[in-house]
């Protein structure tokens, strides 16, 4: 029997490699930005299912449904032990249809649609212990179910990760930082994209930038790159600046400078890190460029990552205790 495990992100395809690898699975993957060319370049064989709708409600309404159908007529051809997914809307409701346990990782309690449309239909619900455990709950979790670990779901990540100059040489990068824009597709977001202005900002202040797109959009004065050797990039770089909540996260474990401008409330995953010295939280653009560390501070950020990094879970080695402690046989959601 194989597991079933729905990718619907980009960085879910580096957080669930290294499970890939080590078990049989069937690979779903929907249509989004740069995400099916990353499984391409890590040679890990998939199924193309569905397409991201999009911002408009109506347009995402139909992208899910239309996907749930095909993963449903896809997923009815194997044998399946398990779903497993991070944050899909259609993973945990087809393995509730096709009677399929589902072990789910969630590490955003305010993606309120999207928690609401699963939660309540999961066999498992793997969560950072810094979640707002009520939020997840008020959103359909049965408290039963729900697996809280001493981490961070980046840990899995960054936790084999070797430095490489290569892509720095290869690009001639010097002095640079880097900027994610925020998830300005996404449903939970409510912000407005800074992004340009906060290149130009850097910029005035003699360093270079080297932007990673979400989609096709393109940024003036910086390097923009897609579907490349983020770690590595984050690593070398001055500071990291994101939007979004991944790379920021990936940066401060690493131990390397991470500033959010993310506008919403703040993800519990988030504030953890903050609490621990390791990311800053800036209000404004200028805010930014203040935090932009020097050299002694960076090295102080450094040293508190690696005090932290040794007291966390890995949460892969987590979601296999869970699949192989579940009572299978006492299934009976369907």
Same mark, same amino acid.
């Given at each position: 029997?194989?597991?079933?495990?729905?990718?619907?992100?980009?960085?879910?395809?580096?957080?669930?490699?290294?499970?890939?690898?080590?078990?049989?699975?069937?690979?779903?993957?929907?249509?989004?930005?740069?995400?099916?060319?990353?499984?391409?370049?890590?040679?890990?064989?998939?199924?193309?299912?569905?397409?991201?709708?999009?911002?408009?409600?109506?347009?995402?309404?139909?992208?899910?449904?239309?996907?749930?159908?095909?993963?449903?007529?896809?997923?009815?051809?194997?044998?399946?032990?398990?779903?497993?997914?991070?944050?899909?809307?259609?993973?945990?409701?087809?393995?509730?249809?096709?009677?399929?346990?589902?072990?789910?990782?969630?590490?955003?309690?305010?993606?309120?649609?999207?928690?609401?449309?699963?939660?309540?239909?999961?066999?498992?619900?793997?969560?950072?212990?810094?979640?707002?455990?009520?939020?997840?709950?008020?959103?359909?979790?049965?408290? +039963?179910?729900?697996?809280?670990?001493? +981490?961070?779901?980046?840990?899995?990540?960054?936790?084999?990760?070797?430095?490489?100059?290569?892509?720095?040489?290869?690009?001639?990068?010097?002095?640079?930082?880097?900027?994610?824009?925020?998830?300005?597709?996404?449903?939970?977001?409510?912000?407005?994209?800074?992004?340009?202005?906060?290149?130009?900002?850097?910029?005035?202040?003699?360093?270079?930038?080297?932007?990673?797109?979400?989609?096709?959009?393109?940024?003036?004065?910086?390097?923009?790159?897609?579907?490349?050797?983020?770690?590595?990039?984050?690593?070398?770089?001055?500071?990291?600046?994101?939007?979004?909540?991944?790379?920021?996260?990936?940066?401060?474990?690493?131990? /390397?400078?991470?500033?959010?401008?993310?506008?919403?409330?703040?993800?519990?995953?988030?504030?953890?890190?903050?609490?621990?010295?390791?990311?800053?939280?800036?209000?404004?653009?200028?805010?930014?460029?203040?935090?932009?560390?020097?050299?002694?501070?960076?090295?102080?950020?450094?040293?508190?990552?690696?005090?932290?990094?040794? /007291?966390?879970?890995?949460?892969?080695?987590?979601?296999?205790?869970?699949?192989?402690?579940?009572?299978?046989?006492?299934?009976?959601?369907?």
């Amino acid at each position: 029997m194989k597991y079933w495990i729905d990718i619907t992100n980009l960085p879910h395809a580096v957080f669930f490699e290294d499970f890939i690898r080590e078990h049989s699975c069937l690979v779903t993957a929907r249509r989004f930005g740069y995400l099916q060319e990353l499984l391409k370049k890590k040679g890990i064989d998939f199924t193309s299912a569905g397409y991201h709708g999009g911002k408009n409600n109506l347009e995402k309404l139909r992208a899910s449904a239309e996907r749930t159908a095909e993963l449903a007529d896809i997923v009815a051809g194997y044998k399946i032990k398990a779903a497993i997914s991070k944050h899909s809307v259609e993973a945990p409701r087809v393995a509730f249809g096709l009677g399929i346990p589902s072990f789910h990782f969630v590490d955003n309690e305010y993606a309120e649609k999207q928690n609401r449309l699963t939660l309540a239909l999961c066999s498992k619900i793997i969560v950072p212990g810094a979640l707002r455990l009520e939020k997840i709950i008020e959103q359909g979790a049965e408290k +039963s179910n729900i697996v809280r670990i001493n +981490s961070v779901l980046e840990y899995s990540q960054v936790k084999n990760f070797e430095p490489d100059e290569e892509i720095v040489r290869k690009l001639k990068l010097e002095n640079y930082v880097l900027i994610r824009p925020p998830p300005f597709r996404a449903a939970y977001y409510k912000g407005e994209n800074p992004t340009q202005d906060i290149i130009d900002t850097v910029r005035r202040e003699g360093y270079s930038a080297v932007v990673l797109p979400r989609d096709k959009e393109n940024y003036s004065g910086a390097l923009n790159l897609r579907n490349t050797d983020t770690l590595n990039l984050a690593y070398f770089a001055v500071a990291t600046i994101s939007g979004g909540g991944t790379m920021n996260r990936e940066a401060a474990l690493l131990g /390397k400078p991470a500033i959010s401008f993310y506008p919403d409330p703040l993800l519990g995953v988030d504030r953890f890190l903050i609490s621990h010295g390791v990311m800053k939280h800036a209000s404004s653009v200028r805010e930014i460029v203040e935090f932009i560390p020097s050299d002694e501070e960076a090295e102080a950020i450094a040293r508190r990552a690696s005090r932290l990094r040794r /007291k966390l879970e890995d949460p892969l080695e987590v979601l296999k205790r869970e699949l192989e402690e579940f009572d299978y046989d006492s299934y009976t959601e369907n």
